[in-house]
């Protein structure tokens, strides 16, 4: 029987998986391509965000199983620093150019609704039950994503150009979706987690047949990071993660407790 | 970049409303992603079940300036109203 220690980093890394991208998104309020654009991302934001707060709000209380004081959603988010971070390095990937953030986006959508769908089939009932609800978001966030992508790569060659570049340059972040290590693989074993592993193939025949649409060619697999027990689900993350962190978590950090 | 898209007119039907009624207009590059657009744009507070787009361009209007010939005829013929026929007592809510 795994331990409580361990679902409670699975349920971080569900949780911070959503808030890191969350925060991305909320990057570009104000400053998306057109107006249109900038409603519809910042509402995936918030469907990610409020993901997030159930799967940190259930990590708080496991937490608090083995007698410790259980943290908050809010302690969770705004007082860890980034080794205590357990997200994928794909999405802490700062937003670049509108395609860099799409590509990001479209790359964790695939993966995401497919891990999503088998957490609905968890033994823990209340994994099932966020899954359940997070995935009908994310079965329009892929739904989205995907049409942009297509759109851009199958676009003018400026947009070509830079669909195939952001996916050129983030694709070293995928392997690590796939890479289950001994947390995963003992919560996989008594059912409550799902075997990212087996999403592979799945997502590989999803992202090729939407780059088959949006004429953009499959990177070829070179190193992939943070694979090895040694990524964003561990706590080893790339600079990034620090300096949306700072900014994120300033305010709470500047102002413990504070109430608006 | 947002000049270059077409207008498109957004129709929601409500949770409970018989038709559509038109909510705004948007920008989109085809009536794909108008829709997808709108559903962002116009039905996040759960507003709605269906959505309609039509081009902008594609929706012909009435002249204000036509306003007196098209509708004032109709102001003194009250007899086009239903409301000469005598009702029933046992018949209620009409």
Known sequence: MPGHGQLFDYLLRLGDNGLVLAQRLGEWVGKGPVLEEDIASTNVGLDLLGQARLWLAYAGEVEARDGKPGRSEDQLAYLRDSAGYRNLLLVEQPNGNYADTIARQFLFDQWHVLLLGQLTLSRDERIAGIAAKAVKEARYHVERSTDWVVRLGDGTELSHGRMQAAIDALWMYTGEMFAVDATERALVDTGIAADAAALEPHWRSAVQAAFDEATLAVPTDSWMQGTRERGGKQGAHTEHLSHMLAVMQSLPRAHPNAQW | ?94
């Open chain 2, 1 to 94: 970049m947002s000049s270059e898209w077409p207008l498109w007119e957004v129709f929601i039907r409500s949770q409970h409303g018989l038709a559509h009624k038109h909510v705004g207009s948007l920008h989109a590059p085809d009536a794909g992603m108008a829709i997808k657009n709108a559903r962002d744009v116009y039905t996040r507070r759960n507003e709605g079940i269906s959505i309609w787009v039509a081009r902008s361009s594609d929706i012909h209007a009435s002249s204000p300036g036509d306003r007196a010939a098209l509708f004032e005829p109709s102001n003194d013929k009250v007899y086009r109203h239903p409301t000469f026929f005598p009702m029933p007592e046992e018949v209620k809510h009409i």
